[in-house]
């Protein structure tokens, strides 16, 4: 496949970057009275009556822990020297350096000599932000208040990566943790007093533990290109097995087209027809285990299949083999339900009861517990020849108040019995099949579970295009690599071609999961599913490994582009122009597709320069409507492209 074309760096207005210091320098020794330096205070939450609550370190009353001040040697947008803060006990045992990374770019690192939590705090001129981008797509796009709760990442919830984003999508700051496993808060959010943008990152750290490292990165490039970045600061020295070929190609879920009411006679039908319109794989949701279906999770957890549905769950696997689709199967991990044989064995072993889903959810800290789940949950790939699993649900296991380990338990922490729980059933189902599936969902989608994951899919948002847009591209721009999948795609009877077309380009930068009764379906609406799904496929070493160019996260993404050495793919979700690629002579883009999700069938082509190009339009089935040979001007250039349509502009060498 086509590898990723580098992001280009953007121009950087600040004034020069000073030098910044070796790796060895220890702190900025300015003093913490420096009228230059020293912060506006700002109001927190639960401060000491009679204080202002100090939201910046450099104003802490002399009672508080210690505190340290780190130049970093980058400047701001507005020209403003950065300096990292640091709180927390023990502060005569701390051990720090400030390694360059690149232009605009530094590499902040604590250690501490005794168990310490340590809080770093920095600023930013606040000037032009238009949006606070985070991999949390429920957060809102608005600048937070500085005195907004921080939210904890660990292992299996979220990723320790912020960006605050200013005018052209250019990051005004991007910042990550190296800690990916371990729970790490991280805050930010503007200072009304000041008009200045606060971060935060708070860690518990260990004479023996790993350090707190921060990627502070003030570049001016393009947000999307500062996230690359940290995705491949994450990925070094980590190991991935590769993402199976068929985890790219688009998918047919049973979820909500046939939600728990799952047979063998349904699954198969399904299977034809969605191997008949481009689908290269089925996964089979909940409903397999049980014979109740009254949804909830009280019969997770015995995972033994339903002998009313599938009394031979190998001979039906083999029979969607044979049409010519892998299989992967439904696990809601961590659940134990009170409706199981298990409950009793696994009841006193558990993090936490849900009542309202009657199931708990089990430790898996015990290693009981993660050697039943493994055994369970390989039958799909040594006893029943499945291709893959769907995990669920283990964000479930990120408790902020987990119960002491139980008796018998041999790891500690929490996220240390989901990491070696992850690992070992990884080991055990790749000797069965070296090239296994995995998918993962939102919001687990750190880096510390990339190794455990072929894929990683939206949550869940039924009928709502905008948001799968929003959630494929937030988790592209942080997958590392891992396949990002849509959630599962579906539309009423009653709709339109043009408007499954627009549910279809809404995830044209992932990979499709279709749930739709394919046997209901019009004729249209057919067409329209393989044509589009027939371009995921032609065009996926772009659309899926392509530099990705999301625009106006304030606005969500209403144009997004993927490009590599030879095409660009451009879908607009809103009346916005699209520019056509400059080229000099031979080099640039070849190719531009521009799809087109939004009512106005006007498409503003903007070229920077004139040339002649043939210009090809379909509309939502495919059906070309014109081909022609355009003479592009200079300045902007009108063609209509129908709702759902695509537009396919080939240039002459």
Not at 353 to 364: I, K, R
Not at 425 to 438: G, H, N
Request: hydrophobic share 40%; glycine share 8%.
């Amino acid at each position: 496949m086509t590898e990723p074309a580098p992001h280009e760096p953007a121009p950087h207005d600040a004034a020069p970057h000073e030098p910044l210091p070796d790796a060895t320098t220890p702190l900025d020794d300015t003093p913490l009275d420096d009228p230059v330096r020293q912060p506006v205070p700002v109001w927190r939450p639960n401060a000491p009556a009679g204080t202002t609550g100090p939201r910046d370190a450099a104003d802490l009353p002399s009672d508080l822990p210690g505190h340290r001040r780190v130049a970093t040697g980058l400047l701001d947008s507005a020209g403003t020297p950065l300096a990292v803060h640091l709180t927390g006990p023990g502060e005569e045992g701390w051990e720090t350096s400030v390694t360059p990374v690149d232009d605009g770019v530094a590499l902040v690192e604590v250690r501490t000599a005794a168990t310490a939590t340590v809080r770093a705090e920095w600023r930013i001129s606040c000037v032009g932000a238009t949006a606070y981008w985070t991999p949390d797509t429920d957060a809102s796009r608005w600048l937070p208040p500085s005195w907004a709760a921080p939210r904890t990442v660990s292992l299996a919830l979220g990723a320790p990566v912020a960006s605050l984003v200013g005018a052209d999508d250019r990051a005004l700051c991007t910042a990550a943790a190296g800690e990916t496993a371990a729970p790490v808060r991280v805050g930010a959010g503007v200072v009304e007093e000041s008009g200045e943008f606060l971060f935060s990152v708070e860690q518990d750290l260990t004479p023996d533990g790993p350090p707190l490292r921060l990627r502070i990165d003030l570049s001016g490039r393009h947000f999307a290109a500062t996230l690359d970045a940290v995705t491949a600061w994450w990925a070094e020295g980590l190991r991935h097995p590769g993402v199976a070929p068929t985890a790219r190609t688009p998918a047919y879920s049973t979820w909500y087209s046939l939600h728990q009411n799952v047979d063998r006679a349904a699954v198969e039908r399904q299977a034809a027809l969605a191997a008949a319109v481009g689908c290269g794989s089925v996964i089979v949701d909940d409903g397999w285990q049980t014979t109740d279906r009254a949804r909830g999770y009280g019969h997770c957890g015995d995972w033994e299949p339903n002998p009313e549905a599938f009394p031979d769950l190998a001979g039906h696997v083999a029979e969607v083999h044979r049409l010519g689709l892998a299989y992967l199967l439904w696990y809601a991990v961590p659940f134990i339900g009170r409706h199981n044989d298990a409950w009793d064995r696994f009841k006193d072993v558990i993090l936490r009861e849900e009542p309202h889903l009657d199931a708990a959810v089990l430790d898996p800290r015990h290693p009981e517990v993660r050697t039943y789940l493994i055994e369970k949950i390989c039958r799909a790939v040594e006893e029943w020849d499945m291709d893959g699993v769907k995990l669920d649900f283990l964000d479930r296991f990120a408790v902020a108040d987990p119960p002491p380990a139980p008796p018998g338990a041999d790891h500690a922490t929490v996220h240390e019995g989901v990491r070696r729980l992850l690992a070992d059933l990884d080991s055990r189902l790749r000797r069965t099949r070296p090239d296994v599936i995995v998918e993962h969902r939102q919001p687990y989608v750190g880096p510390g579970l990339w190794p455990y994951a072929s894929m990683v899919r939206a949550v869940d948002c039924p009928l709502s295009p905008a948001e799968n847009r929003q959630r494929t591209v937030d988790c592209r721009l942080t997958a590392g690599p891992l396949a990002v999948h849509a959630d599962m795609i579906m539309w009423h009877a009653a709709e339109t071609p043009e408007a499954v077309a627009v549910h279809l380009v809404n995830a044209l930068f992932s990979v499709p999961q279709i749930s739709v009764d394919l046997a209901a379906q019009t004729p249209d609406q057919l067409a329209a599913l393989r044509f589009w799904l027939g371009v995921f496929r032609r065009y996926a070493d772009v659309l899926q490994l392509g530099t990705l160019e999301p625009a106006r996260p304030d606005l969500g993404y209403p144009l997004v582009r993927a490009r590599d050495h030879d095409t660009t793919v451009v879908a607009r979700y809103g009346p916005f122009p699209v520019a056509l690629p400059d080229r000099d002579g031979a080099n640039g883009p070849a190719t531009l597709l521009v799809a087109n999700a939004d009512g106005d069938p006007e498409v503003l082509l903007t070229a920077v320069r004139p040339e002649r190009a043939h210009v090809r339009v379909q509309d939502c089935r495919g059906e070309i409507l014109s081909e022609t040979v355009l003479d592009v001007v200079a300045g902007v250039n009108p063609v209509t492209v129908p709702t759902g349509g695509l537009l396919t502009l080939t240039r002459e060498r």
